[in-house]
Protein backbone atom coordinates (compact mmCIF):
# COMPACT_ATOMS: atom_id res chain seq x y z
CA UNK A 1 0.00 0.00 0.00
CA UNK A 2 2.60 2.42 -0.99
CA UNK A 3 0.88 4.59 -3.46
CA UNK A 4 0.40 7.36 -0.55
CA UNK A 5 2.57 9.90 -3.03
CA UNK A 6 0.38 9.18 -5.41
CA UNK A 7 -2.95 9.83 -3.18
CA UNK A 8 -1.47 12.99 -2.16
CA UNK A 9 -0.67 14.08 -6.11
CA UNK A 10 -4.24 13.55 -6.83
CA UNK A 11 -6.27 15.51 -4.06
CA UNK A 12 -3.88 18.24 -4.53
CA UNK A 13 -4.54 18.22 -8.40
CA UNK A 14 -8.34 17.87 -7.53
CA UNK A 15 -8.32 20.50 -4.83
CA UNK A 16 -6.44 22.96 -6.82
CA UNK A 17 -8.98 22.25 -9.90
CA UNK A 18 -11.65 24.01 -7.86
CA UNK A 19 -9.92 27.09 -8.09
CA UNK A 20 -8.42 26.72 -11.60
CA UNK A 21 -12.20 26.39 -13.12
CA UNK A 22 -12.99 29.31 -11.24
CA UNK A 23 -16.10 27.09 -9.36
CA UNK A 24 -14.56 29.18 -6.03
CA UNK A 25 -15.83 32.37 -6.24
CA UNK A 26 -12.85 34.93 -5.25
CA UNK A 27 -15.04 36.36 -2.27
CA UNK A 28 -15.14 32.36 -1.08
CA UNK A 29 -11.46 31.53 -1.47
CA UNK A 30 -10.72 32.28 2.11
CA UNK A 31 -13.08 29.88 3.28
CA UNK A 32 -11.68 26.93 0.54
CA UNK A 33 -8.47 27.57 2.42
CA UNK A 34 -9.78 27.17 5.56
CA UNK A 35 -11.36 24.16 5.03
CA UNK A 36 -7.98 22.64 3.59
CA UNK A 37 -6.42 24.35 6.49
CA UNK A 38 -7.84 22.30 9.12
CA UNK A 39 -7.85 18.64 7.30
CA UNK A 40 -3.98 19.32 7.39
CA UNK A 41 -4.22 19.52 10.76
CA UNK A 42 -5.92 16.65 11.29
CA UNK A 43 -4.04 14.77 9.39
CA UNK A 44 -0.87 15.68 11.22
CA UNK A 45 -2.52 14.81 14.44
CA UNK A 46 -0.59 12.88 16.70
CA UNK A 47 -3.93 11.93 18.80
CA UNK A 48 -5.68 10.42 15.82
CA UNK A 49 -2.79 8.35 14.94
CA UNK A 50 -2.26 6.90 18.17
CA UNK A 51 -5.76 5.75 18.40
CA UNK A 52 -4.84 3.97 15.27
CA UNK A 53 -2.05 2.52 16.42
CA UNK A 54 -4.23 1.53 19.67
CA UNK A 55 -7.12 0.07 17.70
CA UNK A 56 -4.22 -1.82 15.45
CA UNK A 57 -3.58 -3.24 18.88
CA UNK A 58 -6.59 -3.95 20.28
CA UNK A 59 -8.00 -5.78 16.76
CA UNK A 60 -5.06 -7.64 16.96
CA UNK A 61 -5.05 -8.89 20.42
CA UNK A 62 -8.79 -9.67 20.00
CA UNK A 63 -8.89 -11.78 17.34
CA UNK A 64 -5.71 -13.84 17.78
CA UNK A 65 -7.28 -15.30 20.75
CA UNK A 66 -9.20 -18.93 20.67
CA UNK A 67 -7.40 -19.75 17.46
CA UNK A 68 -8.50 -23.50 16.01
CA UNK A 69 -5.68 -25.75 14.94
CA UNK A 70 -7.10 -25.65 11.49
CA UNK A 71 -6.17 -21.64 11.83
CA UNK A 72 -2.63 -22.19 13.04
CA UNK A 73 -1.83 -24.87 10.00
CA UNK A 74 -2.80 -22.61 7.64
CA UNK A 75 -0.49 -19.15 9.25
CA UNK A 76 2.60 -22.55 10.24
CA UNK A 77 5.92 -22.74 8.26
CA UNK A 78 7.06 -25.87 9.89
CA UNK A 79 5.90 -29.43 10.45
CA UNK A 80 4.12 -28.66 14.05
CA UNK A 81 0.94 -28.43 12.21
CA UNK A 82 -1.63 -26.59 14.39
CA UNK A 83 0.76 -25.42 17.11
CA UNK A 84 2.04 -21.78 17.49
CA UNK A 85 5.14 -22.10 15.60
CA UNK A 86 7.46 -19.19 14.19
CA UNK A 87 5.65 -18.84 11.19
CA UNK A 88 2.09 -18.73 13.06
CA UNK A 89 3.66 -16.31 15.77
CA UNK A 90 4.94 -14.03 12.78
CA UNK A 91 1.95 -13.66 10.92
CA UNK A 92 -0.28 -13.54 13.88
CA UNK A 93 1.78 -10.59 15.33
CA UNK A 94 3.58 -8.76 12.83
CA UNK A 95 2.07 -9.60 9.15
CA UNK A 96 -1.67 -9.22 10.14
CA UNK A 97 -0.97 -5.76 12.73
CA UNK A 98 1.49 -4.39 9.95
CA UNK A 99 -2.06 -5.01 7.04
CA UNK A 100 -4.42 -3.75 9.65
CA UNK A 101 -2.41 -0.91 10.34
CA UNK A 102 -2.35 0.11 6.55
CA UNK A 103 -6.03 -0.51 6.11
CA UNK A 104 -7.12 1.65 9.30
CA UNK A 105 -4.49 4.77 7.97
CA UNK A 106 -5.95 4.63 4.64
CA UNK A 107 -9.09 4.43 6.11
CA UNK A 108 -8.47 7.71 8.56
CA UNK A 109 -6.96 9.53 5.03
CA UNK A 110 -10.35 8.61 3.15
CA UNK A 111 -12.39 10.09 5.62
CA UNK A 112 -10.77 12.82 5.78
CA UNK A 113 -10.73 13.26 1.65
CA UNK A 114 -14.66 12.92 2.52
CA UNK A 115 -14.71 15.52 5.04
CA UNK A 116 -12.28 17.71 2.61
CA UNK A 117 -15.23 17.28 -0.01
CA UNK A 118 -17.45 18.82 2.54
CA UNK A 119 -16.12 21.45 3.25
CA UNK A 120 -16.14 22.55 -0.08
CA UNK A 121 -19.32 21.39 -1.45
CA UNK A 122 -20.69 23.62 1.74
CA UNK A 123 -19.22 26.53 -0.50
CA UNK A 124 -21.57 27.84 -2.89
CA UNK A 125 -19.68 26.43 -6.14
CA UNK A 126 -20.47 28.17 -9.51
CA UNK A 127 -21.79 25.55 -11.07
CA UNK A 128 -22.31 25.82 -14.86
CA UNK A 129 -25.14 23.14 -16.11
CA UNK A 130 -24.02 23.57 -19.35
CA UNK A 131 -20.10 22.41 -18.85
CA UNK A 132 -19.32 19.98 -21.65
CA UNK A 133 -18.73 17.31 -18.85
CA UNK A 134 -21.97 16.79 -18.14
CA UNK A 135 -20.85 17.76 -14.32
CA UNK A 136 -21.40 21.53 -13.98
CA UNK A 137 -17.63 21.57 -14.23
CA UNK A 138 -16.61 18.75 -11.53
CA UNK A 139 -15.63 16.30 -14.32
CA UNK A 140 -12.07 16.68 -12.86
CA UNK A 141 -13.80 14.56 -9.73
CA UNK A 142 -13.36 11.64 -11.52
CA UNK A 143 -9.64 11.58 -11.15
CA UNK A 144 -10.43 10.77 -7.39
CA UNK A 145 -10.22 6.77 -7.67
CA UNK A 146 -6.88 6.49 -9.19
CA UNK A 147 -5.68 8.19 -6.04
CA UNK A 148 -6.97 4.96 -3.80
CA UNK A 149 -7.27 1.89 -6.84
CA UNK A 150 -3.93 0.70 -5.60
CA UNK A 151 -5.39 0.53 -2.24
CA UNK A 152 -8.72 -1.07 -3.06
CA UNK A 153 -6.48 -3.61 -5.17
CA UNK A 154 -4.55 -4.57 -2.38
CA UNK A 155 -7.66 -4.66 0.12
CA UNK A 156 -9.15 -7.15 -2.33
CA UNK A 157 -6.43 -9.09 -3.09
CA UNK A 158 -5.75 -9.94 0.57
CA UNK A 159 -9.00 -10.87 1.06
CA UNK A 160 -9.72 -13.26 -2.08
CA UNK A 161 -6.01 -14.67 -0.84
CA UNK A 162 -8.23 -15.66 2.56
CA UNK A 163 -11.06 -17.31 -0.19
CA UNK A 164 -8.82 -19.08 -2.19
CA UNK A 165 -7.33 -20.68 0.78
CA UNK A 166 -10.85 -21.92 2.04
CA UNK A 167 -11.65 -23.51 -1.38
CA UNK A 168 -8.12 -24.63 -2.19
CA UNK A 169 -7.29 -26.38 1.34
CA UNK A 170 -10.51 -26.70 3.03
CA UNK A 171 -13.19 -27.91 -0.11
CA UNK A 172 -15.10 -24.67 -0.47
CA UNK A 173 -16.52 -24.15 -3.49
CA UNK A 174 -16.51 -20.89 -5.66
CA UNK A 175 -21.05 -21.51 -5.37
CA UNK A 176 -20.59 -21.22 -1.72
CA UNK A 177 -18.12 -18.14 -1.53
CA UNK A 178 -19.94 -16.33 -4.08
CA UNK A 179 -21.88 -13.67 -1.77
CA UNK A 180 -18.77 -13.09 -0.04
CA UNK A 181 -16.77 -12.09 -2.83
CA UNK A 182 -20.21 -10.10 -4.84
CA UNK A 183 -20.13 -8.00 -1.08
CA UNK A 184 -16.12 -7.46 -1.29
CA UNK A 185 -16.72 -6.28 -4.87
CA UNK A 186 -19.52 -4.16 -3.89
CA UNK A 187 -17.97 -2.85 -0.51
CA UNK A 188 -15.29 -1.20 -2.18
CA UNK A 189 -16.57 0.23 -4.52
CA UNK A 190 -19.45 2.12 -2.30
CA UNK A 191 -16.77 2.93 0.47
CA UNK A 192 -14.47 4.46 -2.24
CA UNK A 193 -16.56 6.23 -3.84
CA UNK A 194 -18.70 7.74 -0.98
CA UNK A 195 -16.87 10.69 -0.74
CA UNK A 196 -17.80 12.41 -4.25
CA UNK A 197 -21.57 11.77 -3.69
CA UNK A 198 -21.55 14.88 -1.13
CA UNK A 199 -21.62 16.82 -4.70
CA UNK A 200 -24.53 15.65 -5.61
CA UNK A 201 -26.74 17.91 -3.83
CA UNK A 202 -25.21 21.31 -5.45
CA UNK A 203 -25.56 19.40 -8.52
CA UNK A 204 -28.79 18.24 -8.59
CA UNK A 205 -29.52 22.06 -7.24
CA UNK A 206 -28.07 23.41 -10.02
CA UNK A 207 -29.40 20.84 -12.91
CA UNK A 208 -32.79 22.18 -11.44
CA UNK A 209 -32.28 25.68 -11.50
CA UNK A 210 -30.59 25.07 -14.88
CA UNK A 211 -33.41 23.55 -16.71
CA UNK A 212 -35.58 26.02 -15.87
CA UNK A 213 -32.73 28.96 -16.84
CA UNK A 214 -31.41 27.28 -19.68
CA UNK A 215 -35.38 26.53 -20.95
CA UNK A 216 -36.45 30.23 -20.77
CA UNK A 217 -33.37 31.12 -22.81
CA UNK A 218 -33.96 28.76 -25.47
CA UNK A 219 -37.62 29.69 -25.09
CA UNK A 220 -36.63 32.93 -26.05
CA UNK A 221 -34.33 32.37 -28.51
CA UNK A 222 -36.56 30.29 -30.58
CA UNK A 223 -39.73 32.30 -30.05
CA UNK A 224 -37.54 35.06 -31.52
CA UNK A 225 -36.89 33.06 -34.55
CA UNK A 226 -40.71 32.01 -34.84
CA UNK A 227 -42.21 35.10 -34.75
CA UNK A 228 -39.18 37.07 -36.89
CA UNK A 229 -39.28 34.73 -39.95
CA UNK A 230 -42.29 32.61 -39.77
CA UNK A 231 -45.22 35.00 -38.35
CA UNK A 232 -43.19 37.88 -40.02
CA UNK A 233 -43.28 40.18 -37.14
CA UNK A 234 -41.06 43.02 -35.54
CA UNK A 235 -38.91 41.34 -32.54
CA UNK A 236 -38.36 43.51 -29.99
CA UNK A 237 -36.32 41.21 -28.14
CA UNK A 238 -33.64 41.37 -30.47
CA UNK A 239 -30.47 41.07 -28.10
CA UNK A 240 -30.61 37.13 -27.61
CA UNK A 241 -31.27 36.77 -31.13
CA UNK A 242 -28.04 38.95 -32.64
CA UNK A 243 -25.88 37.90 -29.21
CA UNK A 244 -22.79 36.08 -30.81
CA UNK A 245 -21.89 34.47 -27.90
CA UNK A 246 -25.14 32.20 -28.55
CA UNK A 247 -24.82 32.24 -32.11
CA UNK A 248 -27.70 30.19 -34.63
CA UNK A 249 -30.65 27.96 -33.35
CA UNK A 250 -28.52 24.97 -33.30
CA UNK A 251 -26.18 26.36 -30.63
CA UNK A 252 -28.91 27.44 -28.55
CA UNK A 253 -30.19 23.33 -28.66
CA UNK A 254 -26.74 22.23 -27.95
CA UNK A 255 -26.39 24.54 -24.85
CA UNK A 256 -30.24 23.29 -23.94
CA UNK A 257 -29.33 19.79 -24.75
CA UNK A 258 -25.68 20.06 -22.27
CA UNK A 259 -27.97 21.59 -19.49
CA UNK A 260 -30.99 19.43 -19.22
CA UNK A 261 -28.45 16.17 -19.46
CA UNK A 262 -26.27 17.35 -16.73
CA UNK A 263 -26.03 14.48 -13.99
CA UNK A 264 -26.94 14.73 -10.64
CA UNK A 265 -23.94 12.54 -9.82
CA UNK A 266 -20.35 13.35 -10.09
CA UNK A 267 -19.49 9.60 -10.38
CA UNK A 268 -18.84 8.58 -13.56
CA UNK A 269 -17.51 5.76 -15.73
CA UNK A 270 -13.86 6.99 -15.46
CA UNK A 271 -14.48 6.82 -11.60
CA UNK A 272 -16.58 3.59 -10.99
CA UNK A 273 -13.84 1.75 -13.61
CA UNK A 274 -11.21 3.37 -11.22
CA UNK A 275 -12.45 1.34 -8.35
CA UNK A 276 -14.33 -1.76 -9.74
CA UNK A 277 -11.37 -3.05 -11.96
CA UNK A 278 -8.91 -3.31 -9.20
CA UNK A 279 -11.87 -5.11 -6.77
CA UNK A 280 -13.18 -7.42 -9.36
CA UNK A 281 -9.59 -8.41 -10.73
CA UNK A 282 -8.66 -10.55 -7.87
CA UNK A 283 -11.65 -12.32 -7.37
CA UNK A 284 -11.46 -13.17 -11.30
CA UNK A 285 -8.24 -14.58 -10.24
CA UNK A 286 -10.51 -16.70 -7.91
CA UNK A 287 -12.46 -17.68 -10.05
CA UNK A 288 -9.99 -19.53 -12.11
CA UNK A 289 -9.80 -21.95 -9.62
CA UNK A 290 -13.11 -23.42 -10.55
CA UNK A 291 -13.86 -21.97 -13.88
CA UNK A 292 -11.36 -21.96 -16.97
CA UNK A 293 -9.92 -17.80 -17.77
CA UNK A 294 -10.99 -18.11 -21.40
CA UNK A 295 -14.69 -19.07 -20.16
CA UNK A 296 -14.98 -16.43 -17.85
CA UNK A 297 -13.49 -13.90 -20.29
CA UNK A 298 -16.65 -15.02 -22.81
CA UNK A 299 -19.36 -14.45 -20.11
CA UNK A 300 -17.70 -11.19 -18.79
CA UNK A 301 -17.34 -10.09 -22.96
CA UNK A 302 -20.80 -11.08 -23.95
CA UNK A 303 -22.57 -9.15 -20.46
CA UNK A 304 -20.84 -5.69 -22.17
CA UNK A 305 -22.44 -6.57 -25.49
Known amino acids: MMSGPLAD ?52 LGSNRG ?3 QELEALGWGAHVGRLDFGATWSLYVVRPMFM ?22 IDLHLIPSHPDRAGGLGFLELHSGAFSLVVLAMSCVA ?19 VQLGGLVVLLVLLFLAPLM ?10 LRGRLQYGILAGRHVGGLHERWVEG ?9 SAPEIGPAADV ?15 GLRALVGVLLPAAAPVLVVATLEVPLKEILVKVLGMLR
Open 9 to 60: RIVRVIVSGFTAARLVREEDEHRAAAVVHSIERLRDSKLAWAAIIGLTILIT
Open 233 to 241: HEVKDDAVL
Open 67 to 69: LSP
Open 160 to 178: CASVAQQILVHGATLESMK
Open 198 to 207: VFSRPMRRVR
Open 253 to 267: ATLYTLATSMRAFPI
Open 101 to 122: LLQLAWLWRLLMTALLYRGIAK
